[in-house]
């Protein structure tokens, strides 16, 4: 339900306001891109998450932020060993943490009984259809999991389109003009978004080009699965490549050219463009994510 049309486009106000207090903090001159896409995000991210108002959300999407950076590290995967002073010890440790702080913020929100629409708080007051919650080891994987996907991946979607924009100044001066136009140097109000259709085509084109997840791993659910002259059993491994089918002529002309117009003209189903990977396991926060690049 968070991620609901409708519950989404309630977050219009807040995504606005906390965008405004970050980018109000820049200032001219040379800037890491990267790390100020980072900060708009993470900003988000754990406002709507874990609630904007609370003084330990941003600290706890801070702890998850470094988790994900450690998680990923060379030396992690390359020595996984459990002893004291490796960085795979110090990954764990610093997993326990993170799993302390968002347990200790769910017995929080637990105790409060007001009325919140940050995610955990309605996680945890979600029930399946025999009136069953998630235990608490559900609540702190569905967080990690729902923070990582919200913050990193819209981190990086917002920097590629920025570079993409940097090397096509005549599409950069477009997507101005037509800022300029509807929102007249004004944050987007919710009607406002649905009218700026070349911004819409500037992202989607970005996400192509660029997809801020390259590929997906899927295994095969029934056995004798005929894919080319290969037959995939249960279980098998399939790694499906979100760049590469972005990057097939056959599907889009020129496809190392930015183009955003060619969005005019072409309708590719799911799983010829899939930035937010395809079928019944594409990725649920979808609309919030284009909410929020848009804003």
């Known amino acids: 339900p968070p991620f609901h049309k409708k519950a989404v486009a309630g977050y219009h106000d807040l995504i606005v306001a906390l965008a405004q207090e970050v980018i109000g903090q820049w200032r001219t001159g040379r800037r890491d891109v990267y790390a100020d896409m980072r900060a708009v995000t993470l900003r988000i991210a754990s406002a709507v998450l874990f609630g904007h108002e609370a003084s330990d959300a941003y600290r706890i999407a801070h702890l998850l ?19 004291p002073g490796t960085p795979y010890y ?19 929100r637990r105790r409060d009984s007001s009325d919140r629409t940050d995610v955990l708080s309605l996680l945890i007051q979600a029930r399946d259809d025999e009136n069953r919650g998630m235990t608490d080891t559900e609540l702190v994987g569905q967080a990690t999991i729902l923070f990582g996907a ?16 940097a090397q096509h100044p005549a599409i950069m001066a477009e997507l101005m ?26 992202i989607k084109e970005s996400m192509r080009i660029l997809p801020p997840v390259p590929f997906t791993i899927r295994a095969a659910d029934d056995d004798a699965i005929p894919m080319g ?56 926060g979808a609309i919030f994510a284009i909410q929020v690049l848009k804003i």
């Open 65 to 83: 932020e470094i988790w994900a950076r450690r998680n990923f590290s060379g030396p992690v995967w390359f020595f996984p060993i459990n002893i």
């Open 229 to 284: 002259s290969l037959t995939l059993s249960h279980g098998t491994r399939v790694i499906c490549s979100h760049f590469l089918t972005h990057h097939l002529p056959e599907i889009y002309p020129e496809p190392e050219i930015f183009r955003p117009d060619r969005w005019r003209d072409i309708d590719p189903t799911q799983y010829e463009y899939m930035p937010f990977s395809a079928g019944p396991r594409a990725c649920v």
């Open 150 to 165: 919200s913050f990193e991946t819209t981190a990086s979607t917002l920097t590629w389109t920025v570079f993409l924009l």
């Open 90 to 108: 110090r990954l764990l440790k610093h997993a326990e943490r993170v799993e302390r702080e968002i347990l200790a913020l769910v017995e929080k």
């Open 177 to 202: 003009d037509e800022l300029d136009r509807v929102l007249g140097g004004n944050a987007p109000t919710r009607d406002q978004l649905a009218q700026l259709s070349f911004l819409d085509r500037v």
